[in-house]
């Protein structure tokens, strides 16, 4: 039997584009800047071509989604901690917000700003003690904060307790809050993609790639693990914190399991360490949520089913695929 | 330049549960010199340098850099001071090219410190400073090879490239693991030439080598471990002529007889 394989070549254009001549003509520079632009473009575009209120509301939560995403990929494809505090970043970032705006008055543009780098810093060292040690350690202990934390404050009947804290003031109006969060999204998406490319982005992956190595650097692992840590969780405080003036209310409901499991999900379907691909997947996975809504409580049955084809099918992810399926040219060849 | 040795490792013992690694190890690096350190398989000689170097809590013990204690302190902290090390098992960066391998030691505090220099100016970013660094090291500039990814590239290099990851730190003394294993000869002798200036720039080397010829090319005081105890310490020739040595490396004079016999 002949047998026959799928050869991959690159593309001359993305040979050429590589270096650094890439300005040299309109056609590879469009080849550069095409995948950007159309991601910036559509998603500045997307609140406008929504149908209703609320389906704008839906691309807001994408938006908060798509932050912890980008929060996990960070940390566990560039760092090497996988995180499960998506609900611990939220629920932390979101309550400091709710205070300071009802008890200190402050302007939610004003209160979210600080409850992103208060709440950075809480979290991180909420999560030092971990940090030193490798294996699950860090994603059970992130994992344990917020189911402890909707404990602590039903107890207690502290912040509001299972009512909440009522009477957030809301975003000005709701064009200020849609473009906030998206421009969130693409600031901390470009943003986090420069980091990783830096020199202190290299110490960061060096950190995943061998921590050993890092320590006989003469540099401790443990600064560099926090470092990561209080990026990401700023980016999931951030999130947060929006999230309180958006739905006017914050309660134990922010620590719920959702903002730690479907930022992983998406993750997967988008494709893991590209940091494009876990937003695309929030932008596919939330969607998908809301129109499974019909379906009452079988919703989780299909989103499953949905889950469980992309990873037996596509595991790579999205991004990876098209990232493939753009820069390489695929043809059989004989063996 | 004072008399004081650069390390000075007094009583270093270690335990692996009931198991004894290293009992009461005790000796002295001068500034600028090669020691040797030999011994047959399992007899201590990287637990040693882990010790050393903090990757591993020894059980007791003293370890002085220049007079100054520094058992007990941090991993990062001793390779901070200058007291570097290799690892047997190499550690490069694998999904890095080559020279950002070197990115992540010169972006340390110590190299920060010792370069007078924070990436960028006249010596270049970090890149450059490591591809200079690699060339140092028997990398060849002009071609490919520093820009491979790690995952690719053989034995011969990743040994060097521990090397200039000690190098890229400034360091006071180097702690090799076994830089000559796993090399063929013609990479071993043009390692040797590497270590000899090394040296000449005045770093203090120890150097753990199953490689006794090259090694006693290199080193000019030698000390032989066994089942985690000091042998004996002295110039090669006096080491090599030692029958406890022999005895380590190749059993006992009656063994040897025993098993003659039975041949």
Known sequence: MEQRRKERIDRGIKVRTDGLYAVMSWRELSYLTLPRVVLIAGLLILPLVMPSMYWQRVISIVCIYSLLAISFDLLAHFVGLVSLGGALFIGVGGYLSAIMNTSFGFPPLLAIPIATLVGAGICTVLLLPCLPLRGVYFAIVSLMYPLAMTRVIEALDILGGTDGIMGIDSFPNRWIEQYFVILMVLLFLFGVRRLVNLDLGLVLRAVKDNDQAVRASGMSITFYKAVAVFISSAMGCLGGASIVHIYMWSGMSLFALDFSILPIAATVIGGAGTLVGPVLGCLILVPVSELLREFGTLRIVFYSVILVAFIVFRSEGIMVYGQRKYHQIERWVKV | ?263
């Open chain 2, 1 to 263: 330049m004072s008399d004081q040795p650069i390390l000075e490792v007094k009583g270093v013992t270690k335990t692996f549960g009931g198991i004894l690694a290293l009992n009461r190890v005790s000796f002295h690096v001068n500034e600028g010199e090669i020691l040797g350190i030999i011994g047959p398989n399992g007899s201590g000689k990287t637990t040693l340098i882990n010790c050393i170097t903090a990757f591993i809590k020894m059980t007791s013990g003293k370890v002085f850099f220049r007079g100054k204690d520094i058992s007990g302190k941090p991993a990062h902290k001793i390779a901070d001071m200058g007291v570097t090390r290799t690892f047997q098992i190499m550690r490069p960066y694998y999904s890095l090219p080559a020279y950002k391998n070197l990115v992540i030691p010169l972006f340390s505090p110590r190299a920060k410190r010792t370069g007078g220099w924070r990436g960028g100016g006249k010596l270049g970013d970090r890149n450059t400073v490591g591809i200079d660094i690699l060339e140092e090291i028997g990398f060849e500039r002009d071609s490919f090879v520093p820009y491979k990814t790690a995952s690719t590239l053989p034995t011969g290099y990743l040994k060097r490239l521990e090397l200039a990851r000690c190098l890229a730190l400034k360091p006071e003394i180097i702690l090799c693991d076994e830089v000559f294993s796993g090399l063929s000869m013609s990479e071993i002798a043009s390692m040797v030439p590497l270590i000899e200036r090394l040296q000449m720039d005045g770093i203090a080397l120890v150097m753990i080598e199953h490689r006794l010829r090259e090694l006693f090319r290199v080193a000019r005081r030698i000390m032989v471990l066994n089942f985690g105890e000091k042998l004996i310490e002295g110039t090669p020739e006096e080491v090599m002529g030692d029958e406890r040595v022999k005895e380590a490396y190749f059993g006992s004079a009656e063994e040897v007889e025993e098993d003659m016999s039975y041949a």
